[in-house]
């Protein structure tokens, strides 16, 4: 009876393979939930693995699985895949039912975050609990560990690690959309497992041998009542003194909310040391891992989320010291909400967005890192409170926030200042980057913000002494004997020191502090209000000149008798940047410049001064004139300061067609028909009486003069010198030919055909209107050999 038994999970794992390649996914499912309702724990283990490989893909990305990043809620298969994985689903059903058997799945370390499998390498447990206790000690060495995990946490590894697998996707599509089954899923289990209201849903499967005991070590003495201090669980240990597990029956509570949010946070986050990032300021030094918007943005929602849930904290356990929350009652799960921002996310969210806002590339795309920035320094936008959105606007930051801004002082200034850096070195006529730029100039300009912010700065200046009064002791109150004055003195220096601990610990001890207020960073503000500044009064110039060609143009443009230039396009406009587009840059900029004044206290007439002090750099005469430029052997070629002219919009070269005008593009207001078969027609006269031409051209006499004018190109040599060409193309001279091109615009036809009527009108014929034109284009030619130069005079 044993041997069926045993073979029996094989022909299991072998039929759901071969049902993977001939049956619907529907079908599957349908299948999974009676197998995982009918089958026992011991048979399922053996299938656990290669179902959570077939549904979120290998780690090494060459299995796509069902591919949840591209599967979105117009699909037909999105209800099932979102039935069968939700959190009270088969699949966690399945996870449960083996937890209750304490099953483990191994995972290589190689797969693990860089700063983790760097120090498993080296022989040193890392800082996160998550993978204490878990390491296998294979005869091959440290190289070919692996991590033991439970069935949960072996879930949410694969999980948290599809977001970041390398994949090919089909081509149009990307995995960038927040209505992705991915996506949804993530929001899915943040709601469940981080709860806002009410308490974790207890686990359907459990047994008296306490199998679902806490996978992170948590013992009385290491609690979350360290609040803004490193936990000492958090030292570095030796890998071959792995802490054993405790089971704590408070932890049995929060510890799946524990592990899910370690995992999300290690396997997103947690990809840049300390040390890493400063190895990584040097340009030779290749960067290690580099996020997508697709994963920014889910890194946003876990952001927002993990506010929303620190915010549902009752009133009442928010204000209680630690010392007296270790004497009362506290479920672990509202222990779990006062620390779970700075404890878990704060020190490795602060590197990663270190590392996208100096590496990220200068386009609109950024928008998502900003705002995942944006909504991690705006905790009080996810209180739940409901408000009108004019107030949202001008709402002062209540006072209460003035400890989360200064335990998170750096999110708020160096990123700031890193911000500030990247954006001078960003076209901020493009309506997007604009929009950018208002809205951080906005978020800082909050009523209040400022203020604490600068209060944190003053605290962190403290000087050192100020921390050696710190008594561990309790203080008396007034009625013991006690004053006030050490009263406040101990919550001043209680305030010092969490905000000296905040900095050190994310920039080492030995870092150079550079104020948000400070006399370096306010220049580079004041230098931000002149690019400012400039972008909009480009922007303005380009709108206005937009207008112009749009109204000289509107009705006579399919006849080409609007302008025919097509080299009105200003350096610094995208192709949506008219109109409309660049109202509302110039509308982003302005705002953003009140906004900075009321940040960093500008009167009206300082911002007046900076504007003016522009000059001549900003005038309609000076845009005319060639960026800075230096010769060289070949040519001009463009300084540093051209390139920042150029982007800006304040100069620009007059760029021309340089090939043959013959073989230009065929333009809208031309028939192409025509333009073909009179290049044809042109092209043999010129093959075969090109010597003719050519001497006809090469006489000084009047004939010399008159050929000149009907079969070479006027005023080349003036538009070559205004384009930084090389000094062989300018001195090319193109041979006398005939060209017949402006016959096929849609201008002449009209006119020709107007002719035409009119001469039928007066009783002309065909061929007596045909003698008249060619004979009024003749006089024509004549007049202006004779005459011409003395025209130009004047």
């Not at 179902?51 to 979120?56: A, G, H, I, M």
């Not at 609690?223 to 669980?233: D, L, Q, T």
Request: hydrophobic share 35%; net charge neutral.
């Amino acid at each position: 009876m044993a041997a069926p038994t045993l073979q029996q999970p094989s022909y299991l794992l072998a039929n759901l393979k071969a049902d993977a390649t001939t049956k619907t996914l529907l079908q599957r499912c349908q299948d999974l939930v009676k197998i995982i309702d009918e089958y026992p724990a011991k048979e399922l283990h053996l299938i656990f693995p290669w179902l959570v490989e077939s549904v979120f893909g290998s780690l090494d990305g060459i299995i796509a699985g069902w591919n949840l990043r591209l599967l979105h809620s117009r699909s037909n298969e999105y209800n099932i895949v979102m039935e069968f994985l939700n959190p009270s689903g088969p699949m966690m059903n399945l996870v449960y039912k083996l937890q209750a058997e304490e099953y483990k799945y191994e995972i290589p370390v190689n797969y693990l975050p860089g700063p983790v499998k760097a120090c498993i390498q080296q022989g040193v447990l890392p800082d996160c609990p998550l993978f204490h206790n878990k390491l296998q000690f294979p005869p091959a060495g440290l190289l070919t560990l692996n991590l033991a995990l439970n069935p949960f946490e072996f879930f949410m590894f694969n999980f948290a690690y599809c977001l970041i697998t390398p994949k090919c996707f089909p081509p149009g599509q990307h995995g960038s959309s927040t209505d992705s089954a991915y996506f949804v899923l993530v929001d899915n289990y943040l709601k469940y497992f981080l709860p806002s209201e009410g308490s974790v849903p207890p686990s359907p499967f459990s047994d008296s041998r306490g199998s679902v005991t806490a996978p992170s070590p948590r013992s009385s003495s290491v609690s979350f009542a360290g609040y803004g201090v490193h936990s000492p669980s958090l030292l570095k240990h030796h890998i071959f003194h792995q802490p054993s597990v405790n089971a704590d029956p408070a932890a049995q509570e929060i510890w799946r909310s524990e592990t899910l949010l370690q995992m999300f946070v290690e396997i997103w986050l947690h990809h840049y040391s300390l040390e890493m990032y400063q190895k990584l300021q040097s340009p030779q030094v290749k960067e290690p891992f580099s996020p997508t918007e697709e994963h920014v943005l889910v890194v946003r929602l876990l952001v927002k989320h993990l506010h929303a849930f620190s915010n549902s904290l009752k009133p009442e356990q928010l204000s209680s010291s630690p010392s007296a929350h270790s004497h009362t009652h506290t479920s672990p799960l509202e222990e779990f909400k006062r620390v779970v921002v700075q404890r878990f996310v704060q020190q490795k969210l602060y590197l990663f967005l270190q590392h996208c806002f100096g590496h990220w590339p200068l386009d609109a795309s950024f928008r998502a890192v900003l705002e995942t920035w944006l909504s991690y320094i705006q905790p009080w936008r996810y209180t739940g409170e409901k408000t009108n959105p004019q107030q949202e606007q001008n709402r002062t930051v209540p006072d209460k926030w003035e400890s989360f801004v200064q335990e998170n002082l750096l999110m708020y200034t160096k990123l700031f200042q890193v911000f500030l850096n990247r954006t001078m070195r960003t076209d901020l006529v493009n309506a997007k980057n604009a929009l950018m730029v208002f809205r951080v100039a906005k978020v800082f300009a909050q009523p209040n913000l400022a203020d604490m912010i600068q209060k944190g700065e003053q605290l962190f200046l403290e000087p050192e002494h100020v921390l050696h009064h710190r008594q561990p002791r309790g203080y008396l109150t007034p009625s013991q004997g006690g004053s006030y004055l050490s009263s406040r003195q101990r919550v001043m220096t209680d305030m010092v020191f969490r905000v000296k601990s905040h900095v050190y610990a994310l920039e080492g001890q030995d870092c150079q502090y550079k104020q948000m207020f400070g006399t370096e960073l306010r220049a580079a503000v004041m230098k931000l209000i002149q690019i400012i500044a400039q972008a909009g009064h480009t922007a303005k110039r380009i709108s206005d000149h937009s207008n112009e060609v749009a109204a000289n143009n509107s009705f006579l443009s399919w006849f080409g008798m609007g302008s025919s230039d097509t080299n009105t396009t200003f350096p610094g406009a995208e192709q949506e940047e008219s109109g409309e587009c660049l109202k509302k840059t110039h509308e982003f900029l302005d705002r953003a410049l009140e906004n900075l004044c009321q940040i960093f206290k500008l009167n009206q007439g300082q911002l007046s001064q900076l504007i003016s002090n522009l000059g001549s750099s900003q005038d309609d005469g000076n845009s005319k004139q060639l960026p800075d430029c230096i010769q060289g052997d070949n040519g001009l070629i463009l300084t540093d300061l051209g390139r920042r002219q150029i982007i800006s919009g304040l100069r620009r070269f007059e760029i021309h067609y340089q090939g043959d005008p013959e073989l230009q593009p065929i333009r809208s207001y031309e028939n192409a028909l025509l333009v073909r078969l009179f290049y044809k027609i042109s092209s043999l006269v010129n093959n075969r009486f090109g010597g003719h031409m050519n001497a006809l051209c090469s006489r000084p006499d009047f004939l010399g003069r008159l050929g000149r004018h009907y079969l070479s190109e006027q005023e080349t040599t003036t538009k070559l010198k205004q384009s930084p060409m090389t000094q062989r193309t300018l001195e090319r001279n193109r041979q006398p030919r005939l060209s017949l091109r402006p016959l096929a615009s849609y201008r002449t036809i009209l006119l020709l055909l107007l002719f035409y009527v009119f001469g039928a009108l007066l009783s002309f014929g065909p061929v007596s209107s045909t003698l008249l034109i060619l004979t009024g284009g003749f006089l024509y030619g004549l007049m202006m050999t004779l005459f011409g130069d003395k025209l130009k005079t004047h």
